[in-house]
């Protein structure tokens, strides 16, 4: 079949900035009654009716919080709090007694020491996967507040019910975050977005769905990071300013300075307020970016870098649970893909169209839906991400409890790398 979606990097964040093209396979949209999805207006919806995630708690505590986020959601607040406050005490307690023993200096504090770690290890591990069922629920009661159902298993063809697409967008971003988005959206859509009705109908590997669903997770926890920044800094009026801005500034000084003449000598004319009004007149023609987009462009590479990843361990776990949840184990799926493609190609047209060939007869796991319904597997994407971000930073600032990830080492360019 000709014209299938190409492919992405396994490079989650590379990913993103790959287009994602998608063919048309009909117009009409068949129907699948086990997948249907209801969608209920956001002041009537009631939790229990929600579709929330597929990805299941690991813990009989994240069981707990499920149930009473979609049948007493009045509890939940509370009981992801006190769960939290006794993590946060065990911790205490554990570091306390880790020194205490630390500063025994005969054998029996030794040996009881060594028991001490191993116990801890047991312990850790299953304090790690009560940690991180808290955050999962925490961030799917963020869907349920917003009154949006989240996809199911995508599996087949993927029909579902469109879903309030304004509470994705204006619900949780800011006004230029939201250009951000659809920037995103475009980069990982390509023109399937505008040339391709709703309802029309795309096939696609889910090797590929799966890494433009993580990679959209990533751009939503990046953009959370970065508009937070930008938002401080515009606050406190430091935000650094950029040599178009610095040239319009300039310009807004000498407009006044020009006006002011006029008023003092109003017979005289003068030639710069032509010339002023003439540059104002093209730079309005002209669109121009964004302010939150000029300031991640003015990031050097470590501040990109370190502004984009995912800053604890369970914030990591937490986007591979949702995109393996939703579409399958990454590494399965990336092996079923290099098996298809083989390692005799000569060229990326080559392997494109292996990977194009593999989709067309099934030689890989596929998953089918509408354009509208890719567009909103994109934008819960870029929310649990999003919300992801806002959940880290709770349990980080008010707990202490996140596990740090080393940051990633960047090698500096030498000239012969230029």
């Given at each position: 079949?000709?014209?299938?979606?190409?492919?992405?990097?396994?490079?989650?964040?590379?990913?993103?900035?790959?287009?994602?093209?998608?063919?048309?396979?009909?117009?009409?949209?068949?129907?699948?009654?086990?997948?249907?999805?209801?969608?209920?207006?956001?002041?009537?919806?009631?939790?229990?009716?929600?579709?929330?995630?597929?990805?299941?708690?690991?813990?009989?505590?994240?069981?707990?919080?499920?149930?009473?986020?979609?049948?007493?959601?009045?509890?939940?607040?509370?009981?992801?709090?006190?769960?939290?406050?006794?993590?946060?005490?065990?911790?205490?307690?554990?570091?306390?007694?880790?020194?205490?023993?630390?500063?025994g200096s005969n054998a029996a504090d030794?040996?009881?020491?060594?028991?001490?770690?191993?116990?801890?290890?047991?312990?850790?591990?299953?304090?790690?996967?009560?940690?991180?069922?808290?955050?999962?629920?925490?961030?799917?009661?963020?869907?349920?507040?917003?009154?949006?159902?989240?996809?199911?298993?995508?599996?087949?063809?993927?029909?579902?019910?469109?879903?309030?697409?304004?509470?994705?967008?204006?619900?949780?971003?800011?006004?230029?975050?939201?250009?951000?988005?659809?920037?995103?959206?475009?980069?990982?859509?390509?023109?399937?977005?505008?040339?391709?009705?709703?309802?029309?109908?795309?096939?696609?590997?889910?090797?590929?769905?799966?890494?433009?669903?993580?990679?959209?997770?990533?751009?939503?926890?990046?953009?959370?990071?970065?508009?937070?920044?930008?938002?401080?800094?515009?606050?406190?009026?430091?935000?650094?300013?950029?040599?178009?801005?610095?040239?319009?500034?300039?310009?807004?000084?000498?407009?006044?300075?020009?006006?002011?003449?006029?008023?003092?000598?109003?017979?005289?004319?003068?030639?710069?307020?032509?010339?002023?009004?003439?540059?104002?007149?093209?730079?309005?023609?002209?669109?121009?970016?964004?302010?939150?987009?000029?300031?991640?462009?003015?990031?050097?590479?470590?501040?990109?870098?370190?502004?984009?990843?995912?800053?604890?361990?369970?914030?990591?776990?937490?986007?591979?649970?949702?995109?393996?949840?939703?579409?399958?184990?990454?590494?399965?799926?990336?092996?079923?893909?290099?098996?298809?493609?083989?390692?005799?190609?000569?060229?990326?047209?080559?392997?494109?169209?292996?990977?194009?060939?593999?989709?067309?007869?099934?030689?890989?796991?596929?998953?089918?839906?509408?354009?509208?319904?890719?567009?909103?597997?994109?934008?819960?994407?870029?929310?649990y991400g999003t919300f992801l971000r806002?959940?880290?930073?709770?349990?980080?600032?008010?707990?202490?409890?996140?596990?740090?990830?080393?940051?990633?080492?960047?090698?500096?360019?030498?000239?012969?790398?230029?």
């Amino acid at each position: 079949m000709p014209g299938l979606c190409s492919t992405h990097t396994v490079n989650c964040i590379s990913a993103s900035r790959n287009v994602v093209r998608a063919p048309v396979l009909s117009t009409s949209r068949p129907r699948c009654g086990r997948c249907n999805l209801k969608v209920f207006a956001q002041d009537k919806f009631s939790p229990q009716e929600l579709g929330l995630a597929p990805a299941k708690p690991k813990t009989a505590y994240g069981e707990m919080l499920a149930y009473y986020l979609k049948m007493e959601p009045q509890l939940f607040k509370t009981a992801v709090e006190d769960q939290l406050s006794k993590l946060q005490e065990e911790r205490e307690d554990k570091e306390r007694r880790r020194r205490q023993l630390e500063s025994g200096s005969n054998a029996a504090d030794a040996s009881e020491l060594t028991l001490y770690k191993r116990m801890e290890e047991v312990r850790a591990s299953e304090v790690s996967a009560t940690l991180e069922d808290l955050m999962y629920i925490s961030i799917l009661e963020k869907f349920v507040l917003l009154g949006v159902e989240m996809l199911p298993r995508m599996d087949g063809f993927v029909d579902v019910a469109p879903t309030n697409l304004v509470a994705l967008t204006e619900g949780l971003h800011s006004r230029e975050a939201i250009e951000l988005v659809k920037e995103h959206i475009m980069g990982v859509m390509g023109p399937a977005l505008t040339t391709q009705f709703s309802n029309a109908v795309v096939k696609m590997s889910k090797f590929q769905m799966v890494q433009v669903y993580a990679a959209s997770i990533m751009f939503g926890y990046f953009l959370r990071r970065v508009d937070q920044r930008f938002q401080l800094e515009r606050s406190m009026g430091t935000l650094p300013m950029s040599r178009e801005d610095a040239v319009a500034r300039l310009e807004r000084l000498f407009s006044m300075a020009d006006a002011e003449e006029s008023t003092a000598e109003p017979d005289r004319p003068t030639s710069s307020s032509s010339a002023s009004s003439s540059s104002n007149s093209s730079s309005l023609m002209k669109k121009e970016k964004s302010a939150l987009r000029k300031y991640v462009e003015s990031f050097d590479q470590a501040m990109m870098v370190e502004t984009a990843r995912i800053v604890s361990a369970e914030g990591a776990a937490l986007v591979e649970r949702q995109a393996t949840a939703l579409l399958g184990d990454i590494k399965k799926l990336t092996a079923q893909m290099q098996s298809v493609v083989g390692t005799d190609a000569t060229s990326k047209d080559q392997v494109l169209e292996r990977m194009a060939r593999a989709v067309e007869t099934d030689e890989v796991e596929t998953v089918a839906m509408t354009v509208g319904t890719q567009r909103r597997a994109v934008l819960e994407a870029v929310a649990y991400g999003t919300f992801l971000r806002d959940v880290e930073t709770w349990v980080q600032s008010d707990y202490g409890l996140l596990t740090p990830l080393p940051p990633p080492r960047i090698q500096s360019m030498g000239p012969d790398d230029e």
